[in-house]
């Protein structure tokens, strides 16, 4: 497979808004629930560019990169600067972490994070000098100066029966500040045939300073899922099986406040940058619910109109205007759909299908915000497991 030039893939996608224009079909729709308008603010482009930083972070170059040893890659995450992807891998072998130079598409660490086959959720700090991925049972603090791991703390005893397994490390956030990471866990679990018993998950602590765990708390789910963290630090939610769990956080311990949407499975989330909306991605009906974070009030359903598409994945852009949908479909490879945060509807002419990849698995979009980072595998021509790097 070669990689289309990007004047040909507009090309492409605006032959495609052509035809969907001429016969008057657009994918997707969406359902506004509240009174107030339905307008997200966006933020300046200036505030895509990390503090501290005295140039605007850099895009990816076009490559597709791969992973000759891997059975499976996570979502690559971004560096602030846009010169690294951090991509967990798992291999026959156990889990490493990958720091690729997304310029040159050279692996510039591999680094073994466990012989458990899985590599689990990543966050990088504020200032993005340390990293923190979680593998089964551990949390790693990752030197992004030195690409070496300094901790790999053991996540602290969960209190079960007699008898009872402990629940899985899941969810993962830091505080802006950078000084505390939130944890969540499953809850310990009895797998007993045909009716396996499950107790609540927690969401624990842990000090950057200390590299230690400090505390938890009970969560009314069994199974937390990710966690994003206001830009203020003082309220987390959490998604779960059970709905989307509000925490605040400016007391001596995080205090579960409420459940603000009915029950259903919310899985990925995605906050905007002002903090004003979070989006949550509701599984199997292929929807995202658009939260207003000022009155804890659904403001927007959009149906992603998938019928029997995947959705692996979603993420905003760095200006939080829009809205991009990665979706596994039968064709020769995923698409990326587009949608206007300020209306929530699709954008039909913006969507991106020109991919070197039979199916995707993880979308990321680079801080300069005409990056797509996607992680995905091929099977019948050029079989592997990839990530490529795209300009739109």
Known sequence: MNLRLPKARWASALLSAAIVLGTGGVAGAVTNTANTANTATVVSAANTVPAGSAKPPVGGVERLIPFPDATWTQRALIS????RAYVGEET???SRL?????RTGA?????????????GPKALAPDGKLLYLITQGTLNVFDTGTNTLRASVPVPDQPRPAGWTAGSPYGLAVSPDGATVYLGQSGPYLDSVPNPSFLPGRLLTFSAPGTAFTGDVPLPTTSPREIVVRPDGTTAYLSSPDGLIRVDLTGPRPAVVRTITAPGFIDELALAPNGTRLYALTRPDGRVQVIDLTTDSLAATIDLGTGMRQIPGFALSPRGDRLYVLEDTDLPSPTVAAYDTATNRPVPRENFAEFDLEHGSNLTVGPDGHTFYVTGNNYTDNPGTFLQIVSF
Do not use: E, I, K, N
């Open 92 to 94: 026959r072998s156990g």
């Open 80 to 83: 602030p600067d846009g010169r």
């Open 107 to 119: 692996f510039l660490a591999q680094v073994p994070t466990g012989t458990d086959f899985w590599s």
């Open 98 to 102: 990958d720091v690729v130079d997304t």
